[in-house]
């Protein structure tokens, strides 16, 4: 079996971040479905177009959304999301991620958890890769979930 598509994390659950997803994936930017994110360089290079992005917010995955394309946009980062104060030092989420489609999922985090034997107090606290691996292992599981 091969890999049709790799999943991808990200997190939602606080208020500023909340508020962000809805104001510039759900409504979207002049008819565009945008999400900046932080991440390792390894990761931002892993994502590919028709790739899944997994919205997590207390305990659930409450979005799916198709990765369209992938850009990097400092400037376009600060009109719309500012930026994060971290030791002194100012980021942006200027790795941006346009959405094709997005869809409300209401799908319970634990399932993703037990497919990839992490522990019962895991969640999603920042944007990350499943693993490919157990992705292929538990193919018709995440096929039946309709992300």
């Known amino acids: ?3 049709e598509h790799q999943i991808f994390f990200a997190p939602i659950s606080d208020l500023s971040l909340n508020g962000n ?3 510039t ?5 002049n008819d565009k479905k945008l999400w900046g994110i932080i991440c ?7 994502i590919q177009v028709n790739d ?3 919205f997590y917010h207390k305990g659930k995955i409450l979005y799916s959304a198709h990765v369209k394309r992938k850009f990097e946009d400092k400037e376009l980062s600060k009109e ?9 030092s100012r980021l942006y989420w200027e790795k941006i991620i346009e959405f094709s489609k997005v869809k409300n999922t209401e799908i319970d985090y634990d399932i993703f958890k037990e497919m990839a034997d992490y522990k019962k107090s ?3 606290r920042f944007f990350f890769q499943f693993s490919n691996t157990v992705i292929l292992e538990n193919a018709s599981k995440i096929e039946k979930l309709d992300l």
């Open 1 to 3: 079996m091969t890999l």
């Open 40 to 46: 390792a360089e390894k990761t931002w290079k892993n």
């Open 122 to 124: 895991a969640s999603v």
């Open 52 to 54: 899944k992005v997994l």
């Open 21 to 23: 997803f809805n104001k």
């Open 80 to 88: 719309l999301w500012g930026y994060k104060e971290k030791n002194g």
């Open 25 to 29: 994936v759900i409504i979207g930017i």
